[in-house]
């Protein structure tokens, strides 16, 4: 018998995921000084040296081994306090789960609480690895709109017609929202809530920039988890400028917490060691880094949306967060078009294309104010000429 002579096939699976926008457009100004980049929802601020420093500590006292799956002790406490403190709710250590990353906070939480086949209704736009992640579960997800014109908040009977379809299993909200900048009213927050518990969905909220508000204040989820249909999921990554240390955090029920790190095990045994005592010192340590950040950020959302309305380009006023929408609509081209050839081009800027965040997304681009005041002012100018440019075409 012959031996085969290639691979066999992936997953079919793999073609129902999304394309990455951010990276795929970042590739394309990759190396190109000529291009600024405006793509990455990351913190341009390094990682503050109190925390570094604790993490090099960590790695010389020999904390090299596996961690206990949900997280070393003190560090749970210190999440279950940090949020106790954030939402004035009491929270247990062992309602805190340490994850690799919020990203795996949301996969964990879809890939125990949801069925395979079950319906799971996403934000539009919203966070693309909501829907990349659902495909690798075998989740249907369904999208539900956030019109610019409602300032980025869904309308709840739209929502309700959408929560009653047979199969539905789990609303997710994002809020403060990636890449919308919104952050929703606590009326919104409230009857999501009530939605869910009408409907006897799971509710799972993204509150990983809950520390990056302007103009109103977080409404967190983690108060209202009276029956336990909640998971609130929160990052180090953003608010303390730790991207690249994966260290996030989810609260639940004690119940709910168990099930879903059943399934994390299987995941990513532990986070890194040395990274959960990083994390440790940055949500114990002074926090001034944190209100440090906000100040600049918020000094750039000011910026932007200043430059944005000169352009005739502002889809709404980000409240939080570190983004902006911006509306190319009169380009006439498609969203990945028009981010596409203003990346090609020389001297061109790197956008996110709006629709890669889901349809609503169409005739917009997402700029990150998580660059510098220059790159900021130059990409916007950029982005308004290349909308001149096409709509004369
Ligand atoms: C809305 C949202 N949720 C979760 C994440 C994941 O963050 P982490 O770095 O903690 O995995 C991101 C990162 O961009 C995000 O924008």
């Given at each position: 018998?012959?031996?085969?002579?290639?691979?066999?096939?992936?997953?079919?699976?793999v073609?129902?995921?999304?394309?990455?926008?951010?990276?795929?457009?970042?590739?394309?100004?990759?190396?190109?000084?000529d291009?600024?980049?405006?793509?990455?929802?990351?913190?341009?601020?390094?990682?503050?040296r109190?925390?570094?420093?604790?993490?090099?500590?960590?790695?010389?006292?020999?904390?090299?081994?596996?961690?206990?799956?949900?997280?070393?002790?003190?560090?749970?406490?210190?999440?279950?306090?940090?949020?106790?403190?954030?939402?004035?709710?009491?929270?247990?250590?062992?309602?805190?789960?340490?994850?690799?990353g919020?990203?795996?906070?949301?996969?964990?939480?879809l890939a125990?609480?949801?069925?395979?086949?079950?319906?799971?209704?996403?934000?539009?736009?919203?966070?693309?690895?909501?829907?990349?992640?659902?495909?690798?579960?075998?989740?249907?997800?369904?999208?539900?709109?956030?019109?610019?014109?409602?300032?980025?908040?869904?309308?709840?009977?739209?929502?309700?017609?959408?929560?009653?379809?047979p199969?539905?299993?789990?609303?997710?909200?994002?809020?403060?929202?990636?890449?919308?900048?919104?952050?929703?009213?606590?009326?919104?927050?409230?009857?999501?809530v009530?939605?869910?518990?009408?409907?006897?969905?799971?509710?799972?909220?993204?509150?990983?920039?809950?520390?990056?508000t302007?103009?109103?204040?977080?409404?967190?989820?983690?108060p209202?988890?009276?029956?336990?249909?909640?998971?609130?999921?929160?990052?180090?990554?953003?608010?303390?400028?730790?991207?690249?240390?994966?260290?996030?955090?989810?609260?639940?029920?004690?119940?709910?917490?168990?099930?879903?790190?059943?399934?994390?095990?299987?995941?990513?045994?532990?986070?890194?060691?040395?990274?959960?005592?990083?994390a440790?010192?940055?949500?114990?340590?002074?926090?001034?880094?944190?209100?440090?950040?906000?100040?600049?950020?918020?000094?750039?959302?000011?910026?932007a949306?200043?430059?944005?309305?000169?352009?005739?380009?502002?889809?709404?006023?980000?409240?939080?967060?570190?983004?902006?929408?911006?509306?190319?609509?009169?380009?006439?081209?498609?969203?990945?078009?028009?981010?596409?050839?203003?990346?090609?081009?020389?001297?061109?800027?790197?956008?996110?294309?709006?629709?890669?965040?889901?349809?609503?997304?169409?005739?917009?681009?997402?700029?990150?104010?998580?660059?510098?005041?220059?790159?900021?002012?130059?990409?916007?100018?950029?982005?308004g000429?290349?909308?001149?440019?096409?709509?004369?075409?």
């Amino acid at each position: 018998m012959n031996a085969p002579t290639s691979a066999p096939s992936p997953s079919p699976i793999v073609e129902l995921v999304p394309r990455h926008g951010t990276r795929t457009i970042a590739a394309i100004a990759a190396g190109r000084a000529d291009v600024v980049n405006l793509t990455f929802g990351e913190p341009d601020f390094d990682t503050p040296r109190h925390i570094a420093e604790a993490g090099c500590n960590a790695i010389r006292a020999g904390h090299t081994r596996y961690a206990p799956g949900a997280g070393i002790p003190q560090l749970r406490e210190a999440a279950a306090a940090a949020v106790g403190r954030r939402t004035a709710t009491p929270i247990g250590h062992d309602q805190v789960v340490v994850t690799a990353g919020a990203i795996l906070g949301v996969y964990g939480t879809l890939a125990a609480l949801v069925a395979r086949g079950g319906g799971v209704l996403v934000p539009d736009p919203g966070w693309p690895s909501y829907v990349g992640q659902c495909r690798v579960l075998g989740h249907e997800p369904i999208a539900y709109r956030l019109d610019p014109a409602n300032d980025f908040e869904p309308d709840l009977d739209a929502l309700e017609r959408l929560a009653v379809r047979p199969g539905v299993q789990m609303l997710v909200i994002n809020n403060p929202g990636n890449p919308t900048g919104a952050v929703w009213r606590r009326e919104t927050v409230e009857a999501c809530v009530e939605l869910a518990r009408r409907h006897g969905l799971w509710l799972l909220a993204d509150e990983v920039y809950d520390e990056f508000t302007f103009d109103r204040p977080h409404v967190s989820t983690v108060p209202l988890n009276e029956d336990g249909r909640i998971v609130s999921v929160f990052s180090c990554s953003k608010t303390y400028a730790m991207t690249g240390w994966r260290v996030g955090y989810l609260t639940a029920s004690r119940e709910t917490a168990a099930t879903i790190l059943r399934v994390l095990e299987h995941c990513a045994s532990s986070v890194g060691t040395p990274a959960q005592h990083a994390a440790l010192t940055a949500l114990t340590g002074p926090q001034d880094c944190v209100a440090e950040m906000r100040e600049a950020y918020r000094a750039r959302r000011d910026a932007a949306v200043r430059l944005l309305r000169e352009e005739d380009l502002l889809a709404t006023t980000p409240q939080g967060a570190f983004y902006a929408m911006a509306d190319v609509s009169r380009s006439g081209a498609d969203s990945w078009a028009f981010a596409t050839a203003l990346a090609e081009q020389r001297d061109g800027a790197a956008v996110v294309p709006g629709d890669s965040f889901g349809p609503t997304g169409s005739g917009m681009v997402r700029l990150s104010l998580a660059s510098s005041m220059e790159a900021i002012e130059q990409g916007i100018r950029r982005v308004g000429a290349a909308v001149r440019a096409d709509g004369r075409r």
